[in-house]
């Protein structure tokens, strides 16, 4: 889950890492008389707002007021401003890079620095890029920070000042079981000191149980997939019109892959999950019936979920969501007969083998 | 040889009063696996399918399990881990989904440094046919055979695994090394292992989108592996930024796309299937 700029600077401060002086607004009523210069930046987890005009500056109250009626409502790259940091201006002498991610071929911690920041990381050379694996037992301690300062050319000012900051940003990564915290940039402000000018939070979702400070919204999904989180199921929205319930994330995709394939277009990816309850099959359908596909392919390998409890659930969802469009359906595995007979039994076409059913419902969806 | 775990390995099902647990169990004595107890706090007494279970691991350890399969929450799987490591088994296989990957880093840290094994979280386990099956594969799709296979998924290792055996082969070991971001196991370890076995004669990778595993073990082959080994990869058709069902199944800046994996694999001659049904072909 990712966390917008004001929550992960709230963060920050919490864990004492130099933020700029702020405060956040969702509505104009809520903005302070102008004192300073500020920046009015949009909060919309989207990278790039600069340039998409998502942030702006104010050197008196009238530019400030302009500013925040301009920016408040108004869309970012697609993502809606409901809140906006208002912040203290910098004086930018220098921006870094600053981060901590999972590698996960090292299925370690990695501390990243670059001298060049203020840009996206994969866009600087790999030579300007510090990268330090952090062992899981041993943590952070001193001499990586050591060796940072010398890549970065620090003097021992500065040297002193990333060293309080590495540890407390380690300590953010571990406790609040992140993905990513980054600093981008991280601004040598004209007072000497290094400032997180932006926050990058992503937290992993499966952790949010011990998280219960973080809203469960999730501004990156839409309804539907929030919808279908809620009750469970892994689903993601697509833009075809096939409907695709599964079982297995691997063999989901591996359905999706097959319709791309015979030039067919999913609409979405639903896993059922290793359950065995006909109730799972019928609010499957509910799901993707409200993501309205043109026809609808299930494909499940019996193990746990078993074929015969997925065809009852067919044949309940058929009957009590009155579904006219075309149904096909693979059942293979585990009481593959007396399920693909349960369908038979109710006029629905069932397969044994996986290609025959994705031919099928390619044709039926107008494709190839 | 003996693939982590052979027919004498001694197993026990830490949660075994849970749904998954009792049934599970159940259907790993059936295989032939020797399952000699189960825990589940507050229960000891009790039988589940005839085995007993206990409140804590540290009340079997004089039974010496080797391997655990652990199916408790999310929350708790990192205690039971510990729990299991100290009571020195060597194997710690965690069906649970939905760990946290801070969690799964901190377990397998600390049992690489006591020795042990980790497998999962958010996989179906292992399975060596005619020997012993820790895990939640479905019992009838397997035979003995030559094929060892290795996957980051379920469902989709079941519908491999079944093709080769209506084709008339059978599989050595089935290595299930789940979906998540950070696994216990990695393709290389499978591989090594799979290289070394006498009786695996061909090797199945099953991979997906996600990380940089694949493309490493494609490194591996080319140095390293004499055998045929052929390969499937899922998620062809996935947008960028999107997790598939599976925590690990995403492409992250540029990261972890079908075509980098698809080409590592060619580049290391190994034959990559359209559909999952082709690996048979492709294993003759």
């Keep these: ?368 | 040889m003996k693939v982590i775990v052979d027919q004498d390995t001694k197993v026990i099902v830490q949660g075994i009063t849970g749904h998954q647990g009792m049934f599970h169990s159940g259907e790993m004595i059936k295989f032939g696996t020797k399952v000699i107890g189960g825990t589940s706090p507050g229960k000891a007494g009790q039988k589940v399918n005839g085995i007993p279970v206990f409140d804590n691991v540290a009340d079997i350890a004089h039974l010496e399990p080797e391997a655990t399969m652990i199916s408790v929450a999310a929350p708790f799987v990192k205690d039971a881990a510990y729990e299991a490591i100290d009571a020195g088994l060597k194997l710690v296989y965690i069906l649970t989904e939905h760990v946290p990957f801070h969690d799964s880093m901190e377990i397998l840290y600390n049992a690489r440094r006591k020795g042990v094994r980790v497998l999962g979280p958010n996989g179906p386990g292992i399975t060596r046919p005619g020997k012993c099956k820790i895990g939640i594969m479905p019992n009838t799709i397997f035979r003995k055979g030559g094929v060892a296979v290795a996957s980051r998924s379920g469902t989709l290792t079941y519908e491999i695994v079944n093709a080769i055996t209506q084709k008339g082969m059978g599989e050595s070991t089935v290595i299930g090394l789940g979906g998540d971001p950070v696994p216990g196991m990695d393709f290389i370890e499978a591989l090594e292992l799979f290289n070394a076995d006498e009786e695996t004669r061909k090797i199945v990778l099953v991979g997906e989108i996600g990380g940089s595993n694949e493309e490493r073990a494609a490194e591996y082959i080319r140095k390293n592996v004499k055998k045929k080994v052929v390969a499937y990869i899922a998620g062809r058709s996935a947008p960028p930024g999107k997790r598939m069902g599976h925590a690990g199944a995403i492409i992250e800046r540029g990261v972890g796309t079908a075509e980098s994996k698809i080409k590592a694999f060619e580049e290391a001659g190994v034959k990559v299937a359209e559909y999952p049904i082709d690996i048979p072909g492709l294993l003759e």
């Excluded at chain 1, 996960?104 to 670059?114: F, M, P, Q």
């Excluded at chain 1, 929205?237 to 989901?252: C, P, Q, R």
């Excluded at chain 1, 593959?336 to 109710?346: A, D, F, P, S, V």
Aim: proline residues 4%; contains cysteine; aromatic residues 8%.
């Design chain 1, 1 to 368: 889950m990712n966390l917008y700029e004001y929550a992960g600077k709230e963060i920050f401060r919490k864990f004492q890492i130099p933020v700029p002086e702020g405060y956040v607004i969702a509505s104009a009523s809520e903005l302070r008389p102008y004192t300073s210069p500020v920046v009015v930046k949009s909060q919309v987890l989207i990278g790039g707002r600069g340039k998409s005009g998502g942030i702006k500056f104010a050197k008196d109250q009238k530019s400030l007021e302009s500013a925040v009626k301009e920016l408040l409502g108004s869309k970012v790259r697609g993502f809606t401003v409901n809140k906006l940091l208002v912040e203290q201006m910098l004086e930018i002498k220098k921006e870094y890079y600053l981060s901590i991610t999972l590698n996960r071929t090292e299925r370690k911690a990695n501390l990243i620095a670059s001298p060049s920041g203020g840009v996206e990381i994969e866009s600087v050379p790999e030579s300007q890029i510090f990268r330090k694996s952090i062992d899981p037992i041993i943590g952070y301690s001193d001499f990586i920070g050591r060796q940072l300062a010398k890549f970065m050319n620090f003097d021992a000012e500065l040297s002193k000042q990333i060293r309080a900051i590495l540890p407390r940003l380690y300590e953010v990564f571990q406790k609040y079981d992140c993905e990513l915290v980054e600093i981008n940039p991280l601004v040598l402000n004209g007072d000497g000191r290094l400032v997180a000018a932006d926050s990058k939070v992503i937290i992993d979702s499966d952790s949010l149980f011990r998280h219960k400070e973080f809203p469960k919204e999730d501004p990156e999904r839409t309804p539907l997939e929030l919808e279908a989180q809620e009750k469970g199921y892994s689903f993601v929205e697509l833009d075809g019109n096939i409907g695709v319930i599964a079982n297995g994330a691997g063999l989901t995709m591996a359905t999706l892959d097959a319709l791309l394939l015979h030039k067919g277009r999913p609409r979405n990816f639903l896993d059922l999950g290793g359950t065995d309850s006909t109730d799972i099959v019928v609010e499957a359908f509910d799901l993707v019936l409200k993501a309205n596909p043109k026809v609808i392919l299930v494909n499940i390998f019996g193990g746990v979920t078993k074929c015969d409890t997925v065809a009852s659930g067919i044949v309940e969802a058929k009957k009590k969501y009155d579904i006219k469009r075309n149904i096909v359906v693979r059942l293979s595995g585990v009481r593959e007969i007396e399920g693909r007979e349960i369908l038979k039994q109710n006029g629905i076409e069932a397969f044994s083998e996986m290609m025959p059913a994705v031919e099928k419902v390619v044709k039926f969806a107008g494709g190839a």
